[in-house]
């Protein structure tokens, strides 16, 4: 999480768990001025770099995100549906 480069690698975490947390706070933290939910602890590092509540849908996480991150709304978006759409395909 937080990787720019080969110089820069990010963040890593401790267990899978964790860095999936750290993943969905991160998001919170864009999508939303609310405090953070009590039940976990903070452990997304880069949680208070975040403009809060900049990027409340799937689009406006375009130049925010991943770099460059032009399409990076649509990607998770294409993710999404395709999930949506082997599930559909596995009843």
Not at 4 to 14: E, L, M, Q, Y
């Amino acid at each position: 999480m937080g990787a720019s480069g080969p110089n820069d690698p990010g963040a890593s975490f401790a267990t899978p768990r964790e860095g999936v947390l750290a993943h969905i706070q991160h998001l919170f933290a864009y999508a939303s001025t609310n405090p953070l939910p009590d039940k976990y602890p903070l452990v997304d590092p880069r949680f208070d770099l975040v403009k809060r509540g900049s990027a409340n849908t799937s689009i406006s996480l375009n130049g925010k995100w991943a770099v460059p991150g032009h399409n990076y709304g649509q990607s998770i978006l294409n993710l999404y549906e395709r999930i949506i759409q082997s599930s559909m395909q596995n009843l």
